[in-house]
């Protein structure tokens, strides 16, 4: 049977499905980045983290960098949301670990680059859009509290990343699933400015505009003072305080960075 058949045959739900996704990404990685190394000078690919809290920019500057690079970018926290997504679908409360976990092992989570940007799929579907509303972003900021959901999770990010070629970005990328990344950014950002950034990009104002910005310094604080790793900036990341900088600048700045660790 040739070997691309017995991986279709292997195709079902939970752990062996979710390996065979993996290895299906790591197909579509591989794509990328040879495509990638041909227009660069040096054949090295980098692992690279961007962390930081929510509204900083990252998500921009991630997909920016990438793209320049010709890298896959990987949103982290997609993989959070799809959680919380099931968990809303299957009545799963987000405090219990134990479920979440079983959720989770039996979940095909894929985040796929496309030319027009990440999708996220969620035992098939694309849940792209579906994981960026309210009750979703306040289900992943609870979810990833659990040190067993986050063991999981960095577990298959660390699968994803492991070739290179990646711009990776979170909360503990640096700290916890790439350690050892080539280059870490800890990208900050005074939270009025993340929180008027928020309000611009959703295009929302008044009292819905308060309430989401109550959200987010809510979820800022849960992630900051969680006992699982917590976000924090890496020892040896470089912190990009981006409140008074366009995005061209810190893009500027981390291609910068960039251009120090590529060898030639
Ligand atoms: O980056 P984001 O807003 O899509 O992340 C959603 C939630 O997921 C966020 O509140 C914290 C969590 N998260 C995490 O704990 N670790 C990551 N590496 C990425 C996200």
């Not at 983290?49 to 960098?65: E, H, Q, W």
Request: no cysteine; aromatic share 4%.
């Amino acid at each position: 049977m040739p070997g691309w058949t017995r991986l279709l045959r292997a195709y079902g739900e939970g752990e062996r499905a979710g390996y065979v996704d993996f290895f299906w990404r790591v197909q579509s990685l591989n794509f990328v980045m040879n495509d990638a190394s041909s227009k660069q000078t040096s054949p090295r690919k980098l692992i690279i983290a961007i962390d930081g809290p929510a509204g900083a920019g990252k998500s921009t500057i991630a997909s920016r960098l990438a793209r320049k690079l010709g890298y896959v970018n990987l949103e982290s926290g997609a993989m959070y949301r799809a959680l919380a997504l099931k968990a809303i679908d299957r009545d799963i409360s987000f405090d219990d670990e134990a479920a979440l976990v079983k959720l989770a092992r039996g979940s095909r989570i894929q985040l796929e680059p496309t030319i027009g940007g990440n999708r996220t799929l969620l035992d098939g579907h694309d849940v792209s859009s579906r994981i960026r509303e309210r009750d979703v972003t306040e289900g992943a900021s609870r979810v990833s509290v659990h040190p067993a959901v986050r063991e999981w999770m960095v577990a298959k990010q660390r699968e994803m990343g492991a070739g290179g070629g990646v711009v990776m970005e979170g909360r503990d990328i640096g700290t916890k699933v790439f350690p050892d990344a080539d280059l870490k950014i800890f990208l900050d950002a005074d939270p009025v400015v993340r929180e008027q950034r928020r309000m611009q990009q959703q295009k929302i104002k008044g009292e819905v505009a308060a309430n989401v910005a109550a959200e987010l310094r809510e979820r800022d604080r849960r992630d900051r003072t969680r006992a699982a790793s917590p976000l924090v900036a890496a020892g040896d990341a470089v912190v990009i305080d981006s409140t008074k900088l366009s995005e061209n600048d810190v893009l500027a700045r981390v291609e910068k960075l960039v251009a120090e660790k590529l060898p030639g």
